[in-house]
């Protein structure tokens, strides 16, 4: 390997430069030498045939670092240079090691080593690159290049430096296999990336020494050095003077270090703005480079998407923890410190410190005594043997001058200790991550906001109305949000009656959704009316021509009788329907006039009368499910009769049949999946049969209220009800009185419907609807409604086409028609 380094400007002198034998063993997890380099061979002994296969710590019998030889003295002073490699090769670190040791082998003379481990990480089962080189052979050189003997003021001492003799990874892959014969180019690769990732070892000499700066970056400051230098002489041993040229080399190295550390951390933080993922990278990218433990602790309204933090955070500020990263034994923190908790923090605590100051807090050694202060927030987990001894360094987590959380960063006690460097860079490293998690709780709250306006608008479907089930799915477009235009409905109507809707407002985004919104109120508001769904998209479109010139829709209303098993249709510029026959489960179109989108005007709607049977299904949906740009509609229409055809256990369970053929026909065919909102409305067509309905014309005579009490009375036996008899009566009574006082000339006409309930309803031609009033002691009327609203489960009245109905439900005391008893409640009714 080639070293080349040049000399500061400030002391001009001739560079040095010289190549040695570079040592090369892969071991791996077992801790077996699985590649054993000619440089090894030669290095330490045994041929490739023997090693490989053996113990890597057999084979190479290295002791501690040399702090018996004078000339290292300066070297080994240094704090933080990590474990030595027998600990590197019995896999206790998990983060790279440099170091200086001797070779101590029975039958051979001592041999001075310099040596680099890196851990790998990866599929493979190599575990530990290290690389080694002979130091008395590399000062041989370096005497040779710069004709100075070996008298102390020329050292070697091993580094990690951010060149090599390859230009980048690309080259650095190809040239790894070179000493490496037995390494494939993909394994090369994989390797070289993780070195790179921490700094590549390079063996370089000049007239300066070169001390460790990464991983651990434990290069003093300038004044401990000096203070160091001091104790030296002080203790009668001879000091070792290093040039101006040396502190100032340091120093940019380890400075520039950080910033191109903290550069990668910036290029690997926020790769999305998804919340749990930006926090999962914050954690994983400073360990282990910068720390062994990082603990990221959140805000509540952090976590749950809201606003921005109101105030200071207190003593009462519940944090909740959202990650941990350590290279730890898997599991040794899980049950000690698991994710998802949450707790406030004492004011003595650091942790109360960093969040209320806003700045870093720096613990150069756990004490046992805080240490313990710390277990006791953790109940009975005893945390003190994980925290112990450890060098601590707690950061906040700022956007806008407001804690959002922090970070507890832990080193190992043979790591080096955090200093006030750490602080900095730790400082600048959590304001660069506050801000990418700032970033992505905004994009969660908006998406909050989003998701909660469109559940808003979309309607609460009940799964059974009369005659019918219903099913429905919304999805919001992959691409273009989650707030749009698309909307589905069902609606009680008279006459056991149910309106089923689908509209589709052009466009995306918040206008959408308002103008959508709108919309939806008035159908319902226009159903309610019950009128004929020709007139409801005809008042509706010139409702969107007063609203605005850009308020476009398509829209789909049909009218569902069960009683008379028919759809009554009307269509305003909305992809056709699909009727599933349960007859033979033929699906087909339904041929309807297509009419022009609402909004447009002056285009006349027509509506379409269907016969159904009890069993069919109606699908209805809008264009996002069956369209996709640059290609016929008729494909997904033809996709969406095929997949809706298919047998299904449930309503639920077609729906989503029909969901996942779409989408997959849309990728099969390389069209890149949905981009546009989805909304299904699915309902079976069950009827109610005749024996079910009972229907009577009453005479506009107040005697008729008896008469229709008897009547009740004896269909309900009939229909083996009996239980609810009087309340029937009491209810029909009151209803039957108010409607034969205000008839004008039709008969007045009462009906019950046994579904899951029992309807009753009665019609007249008076077009003015009972309102629920507050009587007073010495009224005579006001009451019937009143009694109505106490004893129903639900009431309600609407206008006919040619008078109005009231009507109102009870619960039965059988459901269904297979003799389940169940005692039903009697809920409260509503106006």
Known sequence: MDMDRGTPPAQPQQAVTGRIPLAVVVVDGAGLVSHWSTGARRLFGPAREEAVGCPATDLMPVSGALADDAAYTAYESYEGLGPGLDDSLNGLTAYPAAGRASLS????????????????????????????????????????????????????????ALHTEFSGAEELAGGLPEILPSMSVGESGRIVAQVLELGYPVLEFSRHDRVPVTPDWGVP??????????????????????????????????VRERLEFLNEVSGRIGSSLDLSRTIL??????????????????????????GFPDGPPDATTMWYRVAVEHVDAPGRWDDVVPVGESMPFPVQTPFFQCMTTGD??????????????????????????????RSMLVVPLKARNVVLGFMILLRHPGRALFNDMDRVTGAELAARAGLVLDNARMYTHQETVAETLQDSMLPKIAPRMA??????????????????????????????????????VMGHGLNSAAMMGQLRTAVQTMAALDLPPEQLLRNLDDLAQRLGEHYLATCLYAVYDPIRSELLMANAGHIPPVVVRAAD??????????????????????????????GDRLIMCTDGLVEVRGEDIGVGLAALCESAAHPAASMDDACDTIIRALAASSWKEGRGGRKDDVALLMARLNGIPEQDVAVWQLARDPREAGRARRLVRGQLAVWGVEEVTDQVELLVGEIVTNAVRHARRRPVELRLVRTDVLLCEVEDDSHTLPALTSAGPDDERGRGL????????????????????????????YQGRGGRMRRASRAPGRA
């Open 105 to 160: 082998e029975p039958g051979r003379a001592p041999l001075d080593v310099l040596w680099w481990a890196y851990p790998l990480v990866g599929p493979g089962p190599e575990r530990l690159l290290v690389l080694a080189a002979d130091a008395a052979q590399l000062e041989r050189e370096h005497a040779d290049e710069s004709g100075q003997g070996e008298d102390g003021t020329e050292r070697i001492a091993p580094g990690f």
């Open 221 to 254: 400051r300038r004044a401990e050095r000096g203070a160091r230098r001091r104790a030296t002489a002080a203790a009668g041993e001879r000091p070792v003077i290093a040039p101006p040229e040396e502190d100032l080399d340091l120093e940019y190295a380890a």
């Open 281 to 306: 990278e914050v954690s994983a990218a400073v360990v282990p480079r910068f720390t062994d433990v990082a603990g990221t602790y959140l805000r509540e309204q952090v976590i749950a998407g809201e």
């Open 360 to 389: 870093p807090v720096l613990v150069p050694r756990i004490s046992e005594e805080m240490g313990t202060a710390i277990a006791s927030q953790f109940e009975k987990r005893d945390i003190r043997p994980l925290i112990n001894g």
């Open 467 to 504: 005659g019918c089930d219903t099913a429905t799915r919304y999805l919001p477009g992959t691409l273009l949000g989650r707030v749009g235009g698309d909307w589905f409905d069902s609606i009680k109507l008279p006459g056991s009656r149910t309106a089923l809707v689908v509209g589709d």
């Open 585 to 614: 489960g033929h699906s087909d179109l339904l041929d309807l006039p297509t009419g022009a989108p609402i909004g447009v005007g002056g285009v006349p709607f027509e509506s379409v009368r269907i016969p159904v049977e009890p």
């Open 786 to 813: 009143a009694v109505v609203s106490a004893l129903a489960r639900e009431w309600g009245t609407s206008r006919t086409g040619d008078g109005k109905m009231v009507w109102f439900e009870v619960p039965l005391p």
